[in-house]
């Protein structure tokens, strides 16, 4: 069986204030699936967009550089 989702559980949902796939927590259950997520990144809470379905972005070595540079000029 497939894992049992509960609120508060940690899950990648794409945010829009972000823009881009971040950590998320569980905030609503509908039918034993996530039916809202707050981003734990900036607090939004949204409905869930189902991101990881479409987490095949190959993370390019821009990608990957632009990210390290965001978190050294933080
Ligand atoms: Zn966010």
Redesign the pocket.
């Known amino acids: 069986m497939a894992e049992e989702l509960r609120l508060g559980d940690i899950i990648d949902d794409h945010?829009?204030?972000?823009g881009m796939v971040?950590n998320h927590s569980v905030v609503s259950i509908v039918d034993g699936t996530a039916a809202r997520t707050q981003?734990?990144?900036?607090?939004?809470e949204h409905k869930y967009r189902k991101a990881k379905g479409g987490r095949k972005k190959s993370s390019s070595k821009a990608d990957l550089f632009a990210e390290v540079l965001s978190k050294i000029d933080s």
């Open positions: 945010c829009s204030k972000c971040t981003c734990r990144t900036c607090g939004d």
